[in-house]
């Protein structure tokens, strides 16, 4: 079958929604649903390796100092696609 579509890996997402590709080749021929779930795991893996990569970067700070440092970088979960 067609690979599944790559994701963006970001440091610092703003708060957005973490993307939903419906029109990706992957994406065709199926289920609005099946192509959501498919991006809200990728979700799951990016807070993941946010989780490390902050979890490192705040090791040695004091608690206020390294909620200020990742505060708003992790990505929202994806969009449910409307009915």
């Known amino acids: 079958g067609t690979p599944r579509p790559s994701h963006p890996m970001k440091d610092d997402w703003g708060v957005q929604p973490f993307p939903v590709d ?3 080749e992957w994406a065709q021929g199926r289920k609005q649903w099946e192509v959501y779930l498919e991006s ?7 807070l993941s390796r946010l989780i490390e990569v902050y979890k490192r970067k705040v090791e040695e700070m004091d608690y206020e100092e390294s909620r200020e440092v990742y505060q ?5 979960a994806p969009e449910y696609p409307a009915a």
């Open 40 to 46: 809200y795991d990728a979700w799951l893996r990016e």
């Open 22 to 24: 419906y029109e990706s």
């Open 72 to 76: 708003g970088k992790y990505p929202d």
